[in-house]
């Protein structure tokens, strides 16, 4: 792979895993062809892909991965930068916070690069996959202390997996359809 890359991340967005189903070729499991609400899911009932604001330049999406014997490990990382602790951004929290603790988030991230790559799925071609809980933890905040320091939260999605995340080769506005 010789050739110019670019780092950072562009966009992201989260989503209940409950709600929805991947496709994914049968001879292919690094790759997401297509996304769709799974059956009873939702706009109404709140099935939908939420956007997240970040500050530009402070959103990376790092992963390691270990073995002991024949067992693989990827521990997955997605920190980025909210703008201003205000009631908007406490909501927010509160809302991760209690989806963390239940069922965990999915997110999707679009590289600056432009690939696209999914954490935390539950359901792939119908199916039910083995658990991978993606959850919000480590983040902290800030007021700053002078005019010119940052004002806000420095949040942290962690998750654990058998696998790197799968790359969704669809457009990114197939994800805004479903915000």
């Given at each position: 792979?010789?050739?110019?890359?670019?780092?950072?991340?562009?966009?992201?967005?989260?989503?209940?895993?409950?709600?929805?189903?991947?496709?994914?070729?049968?001879?292919?499991?690094?790759?997401?062809?297509?996304?769709a609400l799974r059956e009873?899911?939702?706009?109404?009932?709140?099935?939908?892909?939420?956007?997240?604001?970040?500050?530009?330049?402070?959103?990376?999406?790092?992963?390691?991965?270990?073995?002991?014997?024949?067992?693989?490990?990827?521990?997955?990382?997605?920190?980025?930068?909210?703008?201003?602790?205000?009631?908007?951004?406490?909501?927010?929290?509160?809302?991760?916070?209690?989806?963390?603790?239940?069922?965990?988030?999915?997110?999707?991230?679009?590289?600056?690069?432009?690939?696209?790559?999914?954490?935390?799925?539950?359901?792939?071609?119908?199916?039910?996959?083995?658990?991978?809980?993606?959850?919000?933890?480590?983040?902290?905040?800030?007021?700053?202390?002078?005019?010119?320091?940052?004002?806000?939260?420095?949040?942290?999605?962690?998750?654990?997996?058998?696998?790197e995340a799968c790359v969704?080769?669809?457009?990114?506005?197939?994800?805004?359809?479903?915000?």
């Amino acid at each position: 792979m010789c050739g110019p890359t670019s780092g950072g991340i562009s966009d992201l967005a989260a989503f209940d895993p409950a709600d929805f189903n991947f496709t994914q070729a049968v001879d292919d499991d690094s790759t997401y062809s297509a996304i769709a609400l799974r059956e009873g899911a939702t706009a109404e009932n709140g099935a939908k892909m939420f956007g997240i604001s970040f500050q530009e330049g402070e959103a990376e999406r790092t992963w390691k991965q270990s073995r002991k014997g024949a067992s693989v490990r990827y521990d997955h990382e997605v920190k980025f930068q909210a703008n201003r602790l205000s009631k908007e951004l406490t909501s927010w929290l509160i809302m991760m916070d209690a989806a963390s603790s239940c069922a965990g988030v999915g997110l999707v991230i679009r590289h600056n690069s432009g690939e696209i790559f999914v954490l935390g799925e539950r359901f792939v071609n119908a199916k039910e996959i083995p658990r991978w809980k993606v959850e919000m933890a480590d983040s902290d905040g800030t007021s700053g202390k002078v005019f010119d320091d940052f004002n806000g939260g420095n949040i942290v999605f962690k998750g654990a997996y058998t696998r790197e995340a799968c790359v969704y080769t669809g457009d990114w506005s197939t994800i805004t359809d479903l915000m």
